[in-house]
């Protein structure tokens, strides 16, 4: 009995594929990793730049904030012709906003002028045309003033327009089957917020 332990202890037939097997699991793990996580710097970046598109389109857009008008509201001591104050005074519309923006721009910023996701040719872009997982409920937009412009500015002080997102998760097909993760749970993409100065604000020429 002790020659034969001794025989079976000094026996390696079959120690590569016993190394394998305890190294095959790990190696799996890692390569899913690296995969899941350019999976999701790809999604950061189309997130980023469908930021920079929204901010531009709004840019020379009209307004989506149903309030936009209070953007006029000035000091009663301020008069035709002063410089526009740069209080900071800001309107905010969009997902986790009390003001919700006007349906109707808000479609168009977030699919294009040919109202779908995906990009086509001779339309304009709109956001889901770069993820197409950006929907109106996860995107927050907000004008402010920036201190240019004056009183009495036929088109409104010349306000700052801020894009970015809020709720917005990241796709992860292994990790979330691994731990059960929905469109309502998992990893929050960074808001991404991009600001741009305001041009003329029409949609029309």
């Not at 910023?109 to 040919?114: A, E, M, N, T, V």
Request: net charge neutral; proline share 7%; charged share 15%.
């Amino acid at each position: 009995m002790v020659r034969l332990l001794h025989r079976f202890w000094r026996d390696e037939r079959g120690l590569s594929l016993t190394e394998a097997l305890f190294t095959l699991p790990i190696m799996l793990l890692m390569i899913a990793a690296f995969v899941e996580f350019g999976f999701a710097i790809y999604q950061w970046n189309q997130t980023a730049k469908a930021m920079q598109l929204g901010a531009r389109l709004l840019a020379v857009s009209d307004p989506i904030h149903p309030n936009f008008a209070l953007m006029s509201n000035y000091d009663a001591a301020l008069e035709p012709g002063d410089p526009v104050p740069a209080d900071g005074f800001a309107l905010r519309c969009g997902a986790g906003q009390a003001t919700p923006c006007l349906a109707d721009g808000m479609e168009r910023l977030i699919k294009g002028s040919d109202r779908t996701c995906g990009p086509s040719f001779g339309t304009t872009s709109g956001m889901c045309d770069f993820n197409p997982r950006i929907n109106a409920g996860n995107v927050v937009v907000t004008y402010a003033r920036t201190g240019l412009g004056y009183v009495g500015r036929p088109g409104g002080p010349v306000v700052s327009v801020t894009v970015e997102t809020n709720g917005l998760r990241f796709n992860l097909p292994l990790l979330g089957a691994l731990l059960g993760w929905n469109e309502n749970s998992g990893i929050t993409v960074p808001a991404n917020p991009v600001t741009v100065v305001g041009e003329d604000l029409r949609s029309g020429p």
